[in-house]
Nanobody
Framework: VQLVESGGGLVQPGGSLRLSCAAS????????IGWFRQAPGKEREGLSC????????YYADSVKGRFTISRDNAKNTGYLQMNSLKPEDTAVYYC?????????????????WGQGTQVTVSS
């Protein structure tokens, strides 16, 4: 059972990145997918969640309107499209799975976690 994030990197302010979260050893269809980030010296922040049932999406205020979460069950993969990136978006980004998005920003409600991918926004 594994979640693997990819797509991180260095980007200039105002740029875009698309993160992927590939699952292996289990089927993502039955799980909500959440995205978190953690910057040095800061707590892990819940950013977004997409439900398994009807694809409902949820966003933290800090990323609403700039980030878009999606999933492709056929590819067993979740995504986080990040636009209009700011230096304060710099962090390690994680994907995780949960039974639903009711408490999407609470990391304790998630079971499987990826290893994280670094996103650095800098000129």
């Amino acid at each position: 059972v594994q979640l693997v994030e990819s797509g991180g990197g260095l980007v200039q302010p105002g740029g875009s990145l698309r993160l992927s979260c590939a699952a292996s050893g289990f089927t993502l269809d039955y799980y909500a997918i959440g995205w978190f980030r953690q910057a040095p010296g800061k707590e892990r922040e819940g950013l977004s969640c997409i439900s398994s049932s009807d694809g409902s999406t949820y966003y933290a205020d800090s990323v609403k309107g700039r980030f878009t979460i999606s999933r492709d069950n056929a590819k067993n993969t979740g995504y986080l499209q990040m636009n209009s990136l700011k230096p304060e978006d710099t962090a390690v980004y994680y994907c995780a799975t949960s039974s639903d998005c009711f408490y999407y920003s609470d990391y304790r409600t998630y079971g499987y976690w990826g290893q994280g991918t670094q996103v650095t926004v800098s000129s």
